[in-house]
């Protein structure tokens, strides 16, 4: 028996232009997918399993879809997993086992400094809201227009505007300190 002839198999399922281009697809996309949910969920390990259950979502049901353009769709999914593991009760934090690899011609105090700067930045990051933080990680690092992020996280432009902009805020003011070298000097002379 061959699967042409299994009665439960569509003919959209026996197509192998769905399989190929949604393989296509995960190869094409598959980095930058990774750098969204590492960027929303804050580290490696977590990313990883977020990449891994939003493409085993979309492979599940991948007869639904159009895998011409997928890259929207695979963002949205990313986003929509990374944000459903950040409801979750959280088990324990993972550290982060992908340093930066600094570069040949920098000084050790300049990447004491440049490591400083990335843990503080990204701290703050994973302190935001979800929303916010995946709005701003989506606009700053992605480079992605309002439209976009507002179809990505199911909001309006207005709401993503907002968002974004209660973001920035509340990340200046967590930096402020650290940004502003005169304040520590202020504080202390109160």
């Known amino acids: 028996m061959t699967p042409h002839d299994d009665p439960k198999l569509t003919p959209r399922e026996l197509t192998p232009s769905t399989e190929t281009l949604?393989?296509?697809a995960v190869q094409t996309h598959s980095r930058r997918?990774?750098?969204?949910a590492r960027a929303i969920v804050g580290n490696?390990?977590?990313a990883e399993d977020v990449l891994q259950q939003a493409v085993l979502n979309l492979f599940q049901h991948r007869d639904r879809y159009d895998w011409t353009d997928p890259g929207p769709l695979m963002r949205r999914s990313v986003v929509n997993e990374a944000l459903r593991l950040l409801r979750q009760p959280r088990m324990g934090v993972v550290a982060d086992d992908y340093p930066g690899v600094p570069l040949a011609q920098r000084s050790p105090a300049s990447d004491m400094m440049d490591a400083e700067a990335t843990a503080k930045v990204r701290a703050a990051i994973d302190a935001l809201p979800d929303h916010f933080r995946a709005a701003l990680v989506l606009c700053e690092y992605?480079?992605?227009s309002y439209v976009q992020i507002a179809e990505v996280l199911g909001a309006s432009v207005p709401q993503v505007k907002t968002w974004l902009h209660r973001g920035r805020r509340q990340l200046a003011a967590k930096l402020k300190d650290y940004m502003d070298p005169n304040a520590a000097d202020?504080?202390?002379?109160?």
């Open 33 to 36: 997918l990774l750098a969204i």
């Open 44 to 46: 490696r390990a977590s």
């Open 22 to 24: 949604f393989e296509r």
């Open 186 to 190: 202020k504080q202390a002379d109160k």
């Open 142 to 144: 992605e480079n992605m």
